[in-house]
């Protein structure tokens, strides 16, 4: 958890803005000012328009509202105002040239870093400030864009100009595992008050009553969701929901994103392969499934005769410690993420085998839960009772409705900052682009002993 001195939240939160930087420069440094200005596909953003738009929220929530200080660029909010524009207009607009927008991006920083030296972050001080607040809420918004500049990367053609090892998670013994984990019924603390970089959607702790279920072990792999495959699952309207089914004919899905049949399926173990940020290689089968929609998860969980999990489920499983009836902050305990516990932070661009990561298991024996691949929920995004929008309404707030379904727990692309057994994203269900995949569950059956 981030420290509570004034000069350790100091410290914490220059190390959070640091990291995130090298992530947004190593992100954006590799390509030439063409390729930034381009739109790669029309669900995403230019990538300069990203990178402004990082200096944007900086500027309106660390120089000006933290700082106090007057703006430096008024007239680049309605830019970079995300909701102004949708992001299939974004690159007519009149943009920063991508160098303008790196020596933006710095000029802001220089003006945040003042800040931060002298502002008050003690717990007592304004909740802005408090504990630090606004610089992580600021760091976590700038990894999380590097997460959508990591989508941008992994929607565009030609050549690979990002290159990172495989994953090395240390023995993976998923065939020796059981399928699935017991989670006894009875309640729990869900969200959190006292995560001091939490968002306003995590907030605040309540209790949450969650009859006994059943939930996958590991992440569904690419070998399970090929049996859905192979089995017709995309053909058969008896798996999927109407909308889902809807869906399914009107885009023509009949794989993850990214696969395509391999010319010589024979040469090629289960006859897929994948484009991987610009690489062409086979499916591998052990690793959880990635770049499926909602509706294709929900799909697969119904042919399996399960179901996904509800958002209370999968953080109960997540945070619940049957020795204290605690609420932990990760699987593994409360001591933060480390690369024998799960794979975070873009150190590698896909996930790990399905059964990595043993040391990351929660109590329950569930593993990978934090990292890897998001996993799609069953619920859709909505606020905790009591919820209150802070600091702004369009983080959380408008998008509560129904429109979105929830994913938990952060994938490969995910910071460590941005990442906890709290964190809530969503995303509408026909998505695919994200780093998504998922876990399935199912309640008892009548008289099973467990
Ligand atoms: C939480 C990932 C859905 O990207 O729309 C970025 C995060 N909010 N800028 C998004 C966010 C404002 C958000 N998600
Ligand atoms: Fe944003």
């Known amino acids: 958890?981030?420290?509570?001195?004034?000069?350790?939240?100091?410290?914490?939160?220059?190390?959070?803005?640091?990291?995130?930087?090298?992530?947004?420069?190593?992100?954006?440094?590799?390509?030439d000012a063409a390729e930034l200005a381009a739109q790669h596909s029309p669900l995403m953003s230019p990538l300069a328009w990203d990178l402004a738009h990082i200096g944007n929220q900086e500027e309106i929530w660390l120089v000006r509202a933290a700082g106090g200080q007057?703006?430096?660029?008024?007239?680049?909010?309605?830019?970079?105002?995300?909701?102004?524009?949708?992001?299939?207009?974004?690159?007519?607009?009149?943009?920063?040239?991508?160098?303008?927008?790196?020596?933006?991006?710095?000029?802001?920083?220089?003006?945040?870093?003042d800040v931060?030296?002298?502002?008050?972050?003690?717990?007592?001080?304004?909740?802005?400030?408090?504990?630090?607040?606004?610089?992580?809420?600021?760091?976590?918004?700038?990894?999380?864009?590097?997460?959508?500049?990591?989508?941008?990367?992994?929607?565009?053609?030609?050549?690979?100009?990002?290159?990172?090892?495989?994953?090395?998670?240390?023995?993976?013994?998923?065939?020796?595992l059981p399928s699935e984990a017991w989670i006894p019924g009875g309640p729990f603390t869900m969200g959190t008050d006292d995560e001091p970089w939490a968002l306003d959607n995590e907030r605040p702790a309540h209790r949450v009553e969650v009859p006994g279920f059943w939930l996958d072990t590991v992440p569904?792999?690419?070998?399970?969701?090929?049996?859905?495959?192979a089995d017709g699952g995309y053909q058969d309207p008896r798996w999927w929901s109407p909308a889902g089914w809807a869906h399914?004919?009107?885009?023509?899905?009949?794989?993850?994103?990214?696969?395509?049949?391999?010319?010589?399926?024979?040469a090629v173990d289960g006859g897929w392969l994948r484009r991987r940020f610009g690489v062409l290689e086979p499916v591998p089968p052990d690793e959880p499934v990635l770049h499926v929609c909602w509706y294709?998860?929900?799909?697969?969980?119904?042919?399996?005769?399960r179901r996904l999990p509800t958002e209370a489920e999968w953080e109960k499983a997540a945070r619940h410690d049957p020795a204290t009836g605690r609420?932990?902050?990760?699987?593994?305990?409360?001591?933060?993420?480390?690369?024998?516990?799960?794979?975070?932070?873009?150190?590698?661009?896909?996930?790990?085998?399905?059964?990595?990561?043993?040391?990351?298991?929660?109590?329950?024996?569930?593993?990978?839960?934090i990292g890897d691949?998001?996993?799609?929920?069953?619920?859709?995004?909505?606020?905790?009772?009591?919820?209150?929008?802070?600091?702004?309404?369009?983080?959380s707030e408008v998008f509560f409705g129904g429109d979105y379904k929830v994913l938990r727990g952060g994938a490969f692309s995910v910071a460590e900052v941005a990442c906890r057994d709290t964190f809530r994203n969503w995303d509408y269900p026909i998505r695919r682009q994200i780093f998504a995949g998922f876990r399935t569950a199912r309640g008892p059956r009548p008289g099973e002993v467990h």
Not at 6 to 29: F, K, N, V, W
Not at 250 to 266: G, K, R, S, T, V
Not at 296 to 305: C, K, L, M
């Open 296 to 305: 294709e998860a929900d799909a697969y969980a119904r042919w399996a005769g």
């Open 220 to 229: 569904v792999s690419n070998r399970a969701f090929q049996a859905f495959m």
């Open 248 to 266: 399914r004919v009107e885009a023509d899905l009949h794989a993850p994103l990214f696969w395509q049949h391999a010319e010589d399926p024979e």
């Open 70 to 113: 007057a703006a430096l660029r008024p007239d680049l909010d309605p830019l970079y105002d995300a909701f102004e524009h949708p992001r299939a207009e974004r690159p007519a607009l009149p943009l920063l040239a991508p160098a303008q927008a790196r020596r933006y991006v710095a000029a802001v920083r220089e003006h945040a870093l």
């Open 116 to 176: 931060l030296r002298t502002a008050p972050l003690g717990p007592d001080q304004d909740p802005l400030l408090a504990n630090g607040f606004v610089f992580g809420m600021i760091a976590q918004h700038e990894q999380q864009h590097d997460e959508t500049m990591l989508i941008t990367h992994e929607l565009r053609r030609g050549p690979a100009v990002l290159h990172a090892s495989r994953p090395d998670p240390g023995p993976v013994d998923a065939a020796d």
């Open 373 to 395: 691949v998001w996993e799609w929920t069953a619920s859709d995004f909505a606020p905790y009772p009591g919820f209150a929008a802070f600091p702004y309404k369009e983080y």
């Open 327 to 369: 609420s932990r902050r990760y699987p593994w305990g409360d001591q933060d993420p480390t690369p024998l516990l799960a794979n975070l932070g873009q150190r590698h661009l896909q996930p790990a085998p399905a059964g990595a990561y043993p040391d990351g298991a929660s109590p329950y024996g569930v593993r990978q839960l």
């Open 1 to 31: 958890a981030p420290p509570r001195t004034e000069q350790a939240l100091r410290a914490a939160a220059l190390a959070a803005l640091e990291h995130a930087r090298r992530r947004t420069l190593a992100l954006t440094d590799c390509l």
